[in-house]
């Protein structure tokens, strides 16, 4: 008996493993979604991308009580130096220098307030095409940071061109080579050095006003090479390689003016609206804003992504217990937390079906072996009337349902494995990741253990009710049934 039994219904028998190999490999691919993290494939991506930088910016959250409903939202909040001292981390590498753009925060700006747009010309000169962001060179600054000399050259020793100096007044200027590139592509400048001395006018545009003030560039700094990958943006357009280039520049120091510690102070009323602030005074909040906050994101500098590296800056991502939580901004970050809903959706849609195939596949199973025990009563009923015990029957037609759910558990690992690798390749696209060797879904040895132990729960229920039926009856029942 046992393995003999699989020779009979060959096409139910087919048609049994399809089903149970179906279920198997569903509930293998739930379990490595519900394994889904999105802070570790953020770290693992970003290990593999060509980001130098990382940013992060502070939120808060706060409730709202409408009625008998309290509803949750989130406001972005200006930075201070103790959050600075809070991201640093030296033996990971992370240095972060602040960064503020004259922004308002979130819970104070009206709704015509557009984000204000930093730009920057020769003194007297007008660079017609820098308006356009889909190009190479382009003429914005992401922010202002007063983070000194000491921190430029800790952080990037030799980057200073020429006679560079960091700017100690506060109506200076030091500015990235890549600055001074797009100034020199529209105008009559060849060294990085002729810029020295000159004089940049900054505007910062939003929807009601144009502010407006004249800087005299004190230093160059080269912050290290541009990817060689967004070199034909310099003759032409392509959307979303543009796009990319946006991503990689605003994680970079190559888009941020360094400028004096009184900066921010002296230029505050001259930079920034005050006449239309509409605080919410409605939600409740433990966060307490610091009186020295003013920087609109904080900013590090990293020769190479590691998930250590990256992990501990998205861990900041968790409410802290007075609410508040810093937040990495970059496409790849960004797109790792939205494929969440996706993975929620395939994870419920699995879990339905391979449940509902685990249900049909265990009814086959189970008629299967039914049919099987009929097919050998006899040999049931010769069994116990010399002294088999049921146990001793469920045994031997266990081995034959095992040996079916065993061939099943084999195919659907395989399923399951070739599946999480298309499901692999989606997300990868996904997240703009093209190296190989990543793996966002990782099919491992727990999933394969959860899909084996299924296999095994399976055989058990599909086995032990026509065993223990038929072991009731007595051997001579048995061998008349025949």
């Known amino acids: 008996m046992g393995a003999s039994g699989l020779k009979t219904k060959p ?27 999105a802070n570790y494939t953020a770290a693992t991506a970003l290990e593999a991308s060509i980001l130098k930088a990382s940013y ?48 308002k925060e979130s819970d104070e700006i009206h709704y015509l307030d557009l984000i204000k747009t930093i730009k920057y010309y020769p003194e007297n000169e007008v660079i017609s095409n820098g308006y356009n962001s889909d190009r190479y060179y382009n003429n914005i600054f992401k922010g202002f940071s007063d983070c000194g000399e ?84 310099k003759t032409a357009n392509d959307f979303n390689l543009a796009n990319d280039y946006i991503d990689y520049m605003d994680n970079s120091f190559h888009k941020i003016g360094f400028v004096s510690s009184d900066f921010y102070s002296f230029y505050y009323d001259t930079l920034i609206e005050t006449n239309t602030i509409y605080p919410d005074n409605y939600s409740q909040t433990k966060y307490v804003k610091p009186q020295n906050r003013k ?51 395939l994870e419920l849609i699995f879990l339905v079906v391979g449940s509902a195939l685990a249900v ?15 097919n050998k009563s006899k040999e049931v009923g010769i ?20 040996m079916i759910c065993l061939m099943c558990f084999i195919i659907s690992s395989i399923v399951a494995g070739v599946a999480s690798m298309v499901i692999n390749g989606i997300l990868l696209k996904m997240l703009k990741i093209e190296l190989a060797g990543i793996n966002i879904l990782h099919l491992g040895i727990l999933n394969i253990a959860i899909i084996l132990g299924i296999a095994l729960v399976v055989s058990v229920i599909a086995t032990i009710l026509p065993v223990y039926f038929v072991s009731r009856k007595s051997p001579v029942e048995s061998i008349r049934a025949l």
């Open 56 to 103: 992060v910016y502070k939120n808060y959250h706060c409730t709202r009580d409408y009625g008998d409903k309290v509803y949750e939202t989130t406001y972005s909040t200006l930075m201070s130096t103790d959050d600075l001292e809070k991201l640093n981390n030296s033996s990971l590498g992370l240095d972060f220098a602040g960064v503020f753009n004259f922004e």
């Open 295 to 345: 920087y609109s994101f904080a900013i590090t500098p990293i020769e190479s992504f590691s998930i250590a590296r990256s992990s501990y800056i998205l861990n900041f991502n968790k409410i802290a217990e007075d609410d508040s939580f810093f937040v990495m901004d970059n496409d790849i970050y960004n797109t790792s937390v939205s494929i969440s809903s996706v993975i929620e959706m």
């Open 11 to 37: 096409i139910r028998l087919i048609f049994t493993i399809l089903v149970a190999v179906f279920s198997f490999a569903l509930f293998g691919l739930v379990s490595t979604l519900m394994m889904y993290d």
């Open 150 to 233: 000491e921190y430029v050259l800790r952080n990037f020793p030799d980057s200073a061109i020429g006679n560079s100096k960091y700017p100690t007044n506060s109506n200076e200027i030091a500015i990235s080579k890549y600055a001074f590139d797009v100034i020199a592509y529209y105008c009559d400048y060849e060294e990085a050095e002729d810029i020295i001395g000159k004089t940049l006018r900054i505007e910062m545009l939003d929807s009601s006003e144009i502010a407006s003030i004249n800087l005299k560039v004190t230093g160059v700094y080269d912050f290290g090479e541009i990817s060689p990958k967004f070199n034909s943006l």
């Open 383 to 402: 069994l116990r009337a010399v002294g088999a015990r049921g146990m001793d029957v469920f045994k031997i037609f266990f081995i034959e349902s095992l």
């Open 360 to 374: 049909l596949s265990a009814l086959f199973l189970f008629n299967f072996i039914s049919v099987s025990i009929s």
